[in-house]
């Protein structure tokens, strides 16, 4: 079975223009979550979503919004990019959004976004 | 809040030496922790996981680790380290409606040979 697909790997934008992030989730997954890691740093929460609706958001601006399409695959949007966007950005599924025994999370190799 | 700690930022041990991560959490309830390893550029392999149950939890490539509620820790634990063992491993607490992952900071584990 495929795991959790990114795309793109890498990519670089200026500063104020906007990026769109995919991932596909494992298959029968369908809770999709985002984090932002950046250089020297766990993981940071951004999203969770499950069943096409937000579960949970994290302390990100809302610069930062995100989707689910019926399939189950996700977007991250961000607008206005900063400099201080620059980070791997990791998809993680899981098969619920809800009771922990389902909420066992794999991740993506990720998505490195480099702001100049 | 919840939080995780890891206090060793970086750890050298040699091939075939044992090895012992650090994490301490913060959280109310009881917890659900993860350890988590990440190699260059690379994302996250789930290496073991504590729901309820057995405190003493085995994972993948010989990893263990152990849940003292007593000292709010779950470190991670490995009796002989392989060279490719080498990578940042991370500590992190599910929490919240979404449960959502709350990770330590990491520690990179360099080994000698």
């Known amino acids: 079975d495929a795991g959790v697909t990114q795309s793109p790997t890498h990519l670089i934008k200026t500063r104020g223009q906007h990026v769109t992030l995919r991932c596909s989730p494992i298959s029968g997954h369908k809770s999709v979550s985002w984090y932002q890691q950046v250089l020297g740093q766990g993981p940071q929460f951004i999203f969770q979503y499950y069943e096409k609706e937000e579960r949970g958001r994290g302390n990100f601006p809302d610069r930062f919004s995100a989707r689910q399409f019926p399939n189950y695959s996700s977007e991250l949007n961000v607008n206005a990019l900063l400099l201080g966007d620059s980070a791997l950005y990791l998809c993680a599924s899981s098969l619920t959004g809800t009771g922990y025994m389902n909420t066992e999370a794999f991740f993506g190799q990720g998505t490195r976004l480099t702001v100049v | 809040a919840q939080s995780v700690t890891q206090p060793d930022i970086h750890i050298t041990v040699s091939e075939g030496a044992s090895l012992e991560l650090r994490c301490n959490y913060s959280?109310?309830?009881?917890?659900?922790l993860f350890w988590y390893v990440q190699s260059p550029g690379q994302g996250l392999q789930l290496l073991l996981k504590?729901?309820?149950?057995?405190?003493l939890v085995q994972g993948i490539k010989g990893f263990e680790a152990e849940f003292k509620r007593s000292q709010s820790s779950f470190n991670l634990r490995k009796p002989s380290v392989h060279w490719s063992d080498a990578a940042e491993y991370f500590c992190a607490v599910a929490s919240g409606s979404a449960r959502q992952l709350t990770f330590g900071s990491g520690t990179q584990l360099t080994v000698l040979p």
């Open positions: 504590y729901f309820s149950g057995d405190t």
């Open positions: 959280y109310g309830a009881t917890p659900y």
